[in-house]
């Protein structure tokens, strides 16, 4: 039997929840309710795709460069960054940046469908060196639960017998029409740190991004909106359980620099990030405790004569 036909056998729910290899190159689960699809790799609990109607552009942008299997992150969809995010806090480690976990296989644990939302769990088991990087023990859990929304929650539970002081994000990469002729809101008031330049500034009016961007706003527990003139759509992201929004555009330069986004991509996407980031918003867990980060994403269509 190949992966696929165990994984139907113990998972599958009859054209709600298929396995299949995916043309990148791996394993992956698509998971379709009356009107949406979603596509999840094994490959980092990372969505590929989600398509909330069969007419609707996707969502979540995926650069043309993505490959599975070749034990990198993929960039694009949703990649999951823990225990930490960004640098390893302590550099001389020399461990790679957003954690262990974005490109690592995780397992299908749960599947569960009803007349309106479809329902897949991934699971994450630590090995000896994944404990010793994190300081102790966990068990890692994913949650999609696909309606006319995309729900995903990361639980994090404290198994061991010392606290867990961890970092977290859902890294989304938001498909927009053009980077121009987009507007972030949601983050007025708050201060972010200027992950450019070190400052900590204020965010005054909505974000227009018009130059490589990169800012974690502290204490930011408010739903932001992409608003996309040229699609004519919203996005609207809610969160559970998160301190933190990460910003995120890279720009032409730093792209090229990246080498696995196409010359136009940092137009077609902006990041925002789902998270729990240091030093202000690092999470403790204590032995015994669970904690989750969930996000909501929504996507509106409005008029596209709208001026919002
Ligand atoms: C963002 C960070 O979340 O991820 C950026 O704020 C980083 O600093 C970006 O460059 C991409 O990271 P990576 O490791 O996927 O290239």
Redesign the pocket.
């Known amino acids: 039997m190949t992966l696929t036909d165990t994984l139907t056998a113990a998972f599958g729910q009859s054209g709600r929840i298929t396995f299949e290899t995916n043309p990148l190159g791996g394993v992956v689960a698509r998971l379709v309710t009356r009107c949406g699809t979603a596509v999840v790799a094994l490959q980092g609990a990372q969505v590929l795709s989600w398509k909330p109607t069969p007419d609707a552009a996707g969502v979540l942008w995926l650069s043309p460069m993505a490959r599975l299997g070749t034990g990198k ?1 993929l ?1 694009g969809g949703i ?1 999951v960054c823990w225990p930490w995010f ?1 640098p390893h806090p302590d550099a001389q480690t020399g461990k790679g ?2 954690g262990f976990v974005r490109a690592a296989d995780w397992r299908v644990t749960e599947s569960a469908v009803s007349a309106s939302e479809t329902r897949l769990t991934l699971s994450y088991a630590l090995s000896p060196d994944d404990e010793a990087a994190l300081g102790g023990q966990a068990r890692l859990s994913l949650d999609f639960v696909l309606t006319d929304t995309l729900d995903i929650s990361l639980t994090t539970a404290n198994t061991g017998t010392a606290a867990l002081t961890i970092s977290e ?1 859902l ?1 989304s990469y938001f498909t927009i029409g053009d980077i121009a002729s987009v507007e972030l809101t949601g983050l007025e008031g708050r201060h972010y740190l200027d ?1 450019l330049s070190g400052a900590t500034i204020e965010q005054r009016g909505s974000i227009a991004i018009r130059t490589e961007t ?1 800012r974690i706003y502290w204490d930011t527990p408010d739903t932001v909106v992409i608003h996309d003139r040229s699609l004519g759509r919203q996005i609207a992201i809610s969160k559970r359980g998160s301190s933190s929004t ?1 910003v ?1 555009n ?1 720009w032409r330069d730093k792209a090229q620099r ?1 080498g696995d986004m196409d010359e136009d991509g940092y137009r077609r996407m902006v ?1 925002v ?1 789902t998270a729990n980031v240091g030093p202000r918003n690092l999470k403790i867990i204590e032995p015994g405790e669970t904690h989750t980060l969930a996000v909501r994403i929504a996507c509106i269509k409005v008029n596209a004569a709208s001026t919002d």
């Open positions: 992150p960039r990649p960004g940046a957003h994000a890294h992950q990169d990460v995120w890279p990246l990041c990030e």
